[in-house]
Structure formats: structure tokens, C-alpha cells
């Protein structure tokens, strides 16, 4: 944005890019895994469904939530990729906020962060807010509604 950004050390980048490759080869082959691991399940699940109905049940909450995980694990993925661009453009270790160095420890602990935790700590307390916010004209709303319909 300006020249007063700051920029990690070239070999700092070169270290946390290591790092989420490393956490990126990781996470695919745990996807890979959750993947072969699925069809069998699907189907030893099929085989037994006319005399197992309810542990059939149970296989497909069970499928959910891997799929959940998935999903889950899907977003961190491209969270990685975009903390992998931002170390090719050297912005990677900046707080998108406040525009300073996240502190090492935490994108250790947090390689994908893009705040500080200061900065993430104020966008939360932030959405709660909003959250409360919208709540309390929701609720404000049914209310109203209420009072509407019992005065017909
Ligand atoms: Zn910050």
C-alpha cells in the first residue's frame, strides 16, 4: 500500500514457506486418506443395509461429519495458498489491519494468520457486537410482529 510497509527477512519468508509447504503436503494426503477411507465405508455400509438399518444411521452421521472436516479442511487449504502468495509478494507477516509485523510465535503457532493478535481480538469483540446488534433487532422485529398480530 505504501513504502512504510514492513517486510519480514527474506529468510524468514523462506522459513514460514517451508513451513506451509510442508503443512500443505500434509494436509492433502490426509484428504487423500479421508477419501479412500470414505468409499470403503460406503461401501461395507451398503452391503449390511438391509439387516442394519440403524447402524447404517449411525455410518451416515458418522460420513457427515467427515465430510464436515472436509470441507473444513478444504478452506485451509486455500487459506495456505494465500499465505504461500503472500510470501511470493512479501507481504506475508504483515497485519492486514494495523500494517505491522505479526510476531513470529504467532504465525509459528498460526502460520496462516493475516492479523495480529491484537487486531484479531478487536475484529472479534467487533462482530460480536454486530452480532448482538442483529439480534437484538431481530428480536426487536418478532416483537413488534407479535404486538401486530395480537392486535387484530
Ligand atoms: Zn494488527
Given at each position: 500500500m505504501s513504502e512504510n510497509m514492513p517486510q519480514m527477512d527474506q529468510k524468514d519468508l523462506d522459513y514460514f514457506e517451508s513451513l506451509l509447504l510442508e503443512k500443505r503436503r500434509e494436509l492433502v494426503a490426509s484428504q487423500a486418506e479421508g477419501d479412500a477411507r470414505n468409499q470403503k465405508d460406503l461401501g461395507s455400509g451398503l452391503a449390511g443395509y438391509s439387516n442394519h438399518l440403524a447402524d447404517t444411521a449411525t455410518d451416515y452421521t458418522a460420513l457427515e461429519t467427515t465430510f464436515d472436516l472436509q470441507a473444513r479442511e478444504g478452506k485451509h487449504l486455500v487459506y495456505i495458498e494465500e499465505a504461500l502468495l503472500r510470501i511470493k509478494e512479501k507481504t506475508?507477516?504483515?497485519?492486514?489491519?494495523?500494517h505491522k509485523l505479526i510476531p513470529k510465535a504467532r504465525l509459528e503457532a498460526?502460520?496462516?494468520?493475516?492479523?495480529?493478535v491484537n487486531c484479531k481480538e478487536q475484529v472479534k469483540k467487533k462482530e460480536r457486537d454486530e452480532n448482538r446488534m442483529e439480534m437484538a433487532r431481530a428480536f426487536a422485529e418478532q416483537h413488534r410482529m407479535e404486538q401486530a398480530n395480537g392486535n387484530k
Open positions: 506475508y507477516g504483515v497485519c492486514k489491519v494495523c498460526v502460520p496462516i494468520a493475516t492479523k495480529c
